[in-house]
């Protein structure tokens, strides 16, 4: 084709450079919640993510989609899923950094260390560390049946990434999964039907066979998985390994892979079990105390990839406009343009401080204050981290005008934050339940409500917008029971939280401009709809990703 014109007015896309070093609010809330972290590992990974290679690496997993075969050539059973070797090349970025189960073999800051590094990988690819995530999730709820969590609990943490189908014995590192929802019934997992059913006993423990299904089922290709199921006494927590310790294939059949509106590079499967061993973990009828343990910090991480997914998402926006004019000046220094980029960012970096605070309360260990953090931030964090992913992707979108919407090279990274934005809010607790699990914390009584009160004390006289706000949560927690009021209410904790961190590890236009839109509503329900007043230049040039 004849070249008719020059292409100008085109953006340089946003590659070849430190996705860590870049993000001085992720920088800051390290600093304020591990103080003293050595972050050379996070600026290394920052590096090789913003690399163009990673980015080819992350589209071509996405494009180059996961294919289930369930039988060989002549018709045996094999049950496997192939993947891309990208896709294996991200997971072993993943495990060789750490961010699925190092944070069990110990260390100071070892979750937010983690954290950050896991809301870094998903700018670039988000899909992978779904098995990442539960790998990482599982350690403590293992701990319910001491002889496999003594031999597993090595691989869990190694960095090896070994993904052939093969015995665990034979691996140097593993993956696991977990399976709650059937068909049924996800959110309210006292539904589940697969029985469970007494088999003996040996060097695991209780065993059992298990007949029934899972609806989804994500990562099949994990070596071993938690699963609910109804045993005599009531819904139980098991472990499932697909290979048995005798070295036979377990019988879990992988009927399809979902077809899902984003996620591609990760394999969600629906499942059933034909009479697969598996080994009671914890107390029989305790499996949904058991298996939250693990849902608790997939919670966290999905609060933390809404994190990075918006960071990423802020980032391209930024690239994007800064580069692009319109009407005979950058986009960027349009001011109507200025304030969508500035409540862009101020909800960006609300979310980081928000998401790696909720990480420090999984260092906290045994102290009390950091148990009941963990308690009431986790679904607070889950419930509205997430819940503003999914406007906030739209409008970071639509700042790429129609590049954003297209899906190719590295903008088209905005279209896919885009698909998978949602699903944060939807696995692991939809947003609904987060806040009816919010209810039950706060049903803990004063001790709760005195942490969160602690927890908003150093910001206290620091704004009348805060203090006006802060103090109104006291009287709505003591009430907290009609659920109708629920989401108001995690929505009003998060935004009372959020700025109390901004408070500590932000600079003051951020902690300003946050107050008097999120806490004193001069603001509008569409980003963009700052008050004029506010330091746009200050809280732009913060975010800017170079
Ligand atoms: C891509 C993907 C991968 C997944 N992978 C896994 C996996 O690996 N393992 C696994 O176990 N599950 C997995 N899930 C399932 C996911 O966790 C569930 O879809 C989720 O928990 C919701 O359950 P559900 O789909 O049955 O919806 P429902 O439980 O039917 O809920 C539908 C809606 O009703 C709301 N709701 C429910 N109860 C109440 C109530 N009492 N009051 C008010 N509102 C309520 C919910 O918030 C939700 O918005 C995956 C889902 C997706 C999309």
């Given at each position: 084709?004849?070249?008719?014109?020059?292409?100008?007015?085109?953006?340089?896309?946003?590659?070849?450079?430190?996705?860590?070093?870049?993000?001085?609010?992720?920088?800051?809330?390290?600093?304020?919640?591990?103080?003293?972290?050595?972050?050379?590992?996070?600026?290394?990974?920052?590096?090789?993510?913003?690399?163009?290679?990673?980015?080819?690496?992350?589209?071509?997993?996405?494009?180059?989609?996961?294919?289930?075969?369930?039988?060989?050539?002549?018709?045996?059973?094999?049950?496997?899923?192939?993947?891309?070797?990208?896709?294996?090349?991200?997971?072993?970025?993943?495990?060789?950094?750490?961010?699925?189960?190092?944070?069990?073999?110990?260390?100071?800051?070892?979750?937010?260390?983690?954290?950050?590094?896991?809301?870094?990988?998903?700018?670039?690819?988000?899909?992978?560390?779904?098995?990442?995530?539960?790998?990482?999730?599982?350690?403590?709820?293992?701990?319910?049946?001491?002889?496999?969590?003594?031999?597993?609990?090595?691989?869990?943490?190694?960095?090896?990434?070994?993904?052939?189908?093969?015995?665990?014995?034979?691996?140097?590192?593993?993956?696991?999964?977990?399976?709650?929802?059937?068909?049924?019934?996800?959110?309210?997992?006292?539904?589940?039907?697969?029985?469970?059913?007494?088999?003996?006993?040996?060097?695991?423990?209780?065993?059992?066979?298990?007949?029934?299904?899972?609806?989804?089922?994500?990562?099949?290709?994990?070596?071993?998985?938690?699963?609910?199921?109804?045993?005599?006494?009531?819904?139980?927590?098991?472990?499932?390994?697909?290979?048995?310790?005798?070295?036979?294939?377990?019988?879990?059949?992988?009927?399809?892979?979902?077809?899902?509106?984003?996620?591609?590079?990760?394999?969600?499967?629906?499942?059933?079990?034909?009479?697969?061993?598996?080994?009671?973990?914890?107390?029989?009828?305790?499996?949904?105390?058991?298996?939250?343990?693990?849902?608790?910090?997939?919670?966290?991480?999905?609060?933390?990839?809404?994190?990075?997914?918006?960071?990423?998402?802020?980032?391209?926006?930024?690239?994007?406009?800064?580069?692009?004019?319109?009407?005979?000046?950058?986009?960027?220094?349009?001011?109507?343009?200025?304030?969508?980029?500035?409540?862009?960012?101020?909800?960006?970096?609300?979310?980081?401080?928000?998401?790696?605070?909720?990480?420090?309360?999984?260092?906290?260990?045994?102290?009390?204050?950091?148990?009941?953090?963990?308690?009431?931030?986790?679904?607070?964090?889950?419930?509205?981290?997430?819940?503003?992913?999914?406007?906030?992707?739209?409008?970071?979108?639509?700042?790429?005008?129609?590049?954003?919407?297209?899906?190719?090279?590295?903008?088209?990274?905005?279209?896919?934050?885009?698909?998978?934005?949602?699903?944060?809010?939807?696995?692991?607790?939809?947003?609904?339940?987060?806040?009816?699990?919010?209810?039950?914390?706060?049903?803990?009584g004063g001790a709760m409500a005195d942490a969160l009160d602690a927890e908003l004390a150093p910001a206290r006289g620091a704004h009348t917008a805060f203090d006006r706000f802060a103090a109104s949560l006291p009287a709505r927690i003591d009430e907290a029971s009609a659920e109708t009021d629920a989401r108001r209410l995690a929505q009003d904790v998060a935004l009372a939280v959020q700025a109390a961190l901004l408070r500590q590890?932000?600079?003051?236009?951020?902690?300003?401009?946050?107050?008097?839109?999120?806490?004193?509503?001069?603001?509008?329900?569409?980003?963009?709809?700052?008050?004029?007043?506010?330091?746009?230049?200050?809280?732009?040039?913060?975010?800017?990703?170079?």
């Open positions: 084709m004849d070249a008719t014109h020059e292409v100008f007015n085109q953006p340089a896309a946003l590659t070849n450079y430190n996705v860590f070093a870049t993000n001085r609010p992720l920088r800051d809330a390290l600093r304020f919640n591990a103080p003293g972290l050595d972050t050379a590992e996070l600026e290394r990974l920052g590096q090789t993510l913003g690399s163009s290679e990673m980015q080819q690496h992350s589209r071509l997993a996405n494009v180059h989609t996961p294919q289930l075969h369930t039988h060989d050539r002549v018709g045996r059973r094999v049950d496997v899923v192939e993947f891309h070797p990208s896709y294996h090349a991200l997971m072993a970025l993943a495990t060789g950094t750490g961010l699925h189960g190092t944070p069990w073999a110990g260390g100071a800051h070892a979750h937010v260390r983690r954290a950050a590094g896991f809301t870094l990988f998903t700018e670039m690819e988000p899909s992978t560390l779904c098995p990442i995530s539960m790998t990482y999730a599982v350690t403590p709820a293992l701990q319910g049946n001491p002889a496999i969590a003594a031999e597993w609990g090595p691989r869990l943490t190694s960095r090896a990434y070994d993904p052939r189908f093969v015995p665990a014995a034979q691996k140097g590192g593993v993956t696991m999964g977990m399976g709650m929802t059937e068909k049924q019934g996800g959110s309210d997992v006292r539904a589940n039907t697969t029985q469970a059913t007494r088999d003996g006993r040996d060097a695991w423990g209780e065993r059992y066979r298990l007949v029934g299904h899972k609806w989804f089922f994500s990562a099949p290709m994990c070596d071993a998985f938690l699963v609910l199921a109804q045993a005599p006494s009531g819904l139980s927590c098991f472990f499932l390994p697909r290979w048995l310790p005798d070295g036979t294939v377990n019988a879990l059949r992988i009927q399809r892979l979902k077809d899902k509106l984003g996620n591609k590079a990760n394999a969600s499967s629906e499942v059933e079990f034909h009479g697969a061993h598996a080994w009671l973990v914890g107390e029989e009828g305790r499996g949904v105390p058991q298996i939250l343990e693990m849902g608790t910090l997939t919670r966290l991480d999905c609060a933390l990839g809404t994190t990075g997914l918006m960071r990423q998402a802020l980032a391209q926006a930024l690239n994007h406009t800064s580069q692009r004019s319109a009407f005979g000046k950058p986009l960027i220094d349009q001011p109507l343009m200025r304030n969508v980029l500035a409540d862009l960012a101020l909800e960006s970096e609300a979310a980081t401080a928000l998401s790696l605070r909720l990480a420090r309360a999984f260092d906290g260990g045994s102290d009390e204050r950091e148990a009941l953090m963990r308690r009431l931030l986790t679904p607070v964090a889950k419930f509205w981290v997430c819940k503003r992913g999914s406007h906030f992707a739209q409008e970071a979108m639509e700042c790429l005008g129609g590049n954003g919407y297209v899906e190719e090279g590295g903008e088209g990274m905005l279209a896919r934050i885009y698909r998978e934005i949602p699903l944060n809010s939807i696995w692991e607790g939809a947003g609904n339940i987060m806040a009816l699990d919010l209810l039950r914390a706060l049903r803990k590890h932000a600079p003051e236009p951020v902690f300003d401009a946050f107050c008097r839109s999120r806490l004193a509503g001069d603001w509008g329900h569409a980003f963009g709809t700052l008050p004029s007043g506010v330091d746009f230049d200050s809280i732009i040039a913060r975010a800017m990703p170079h």
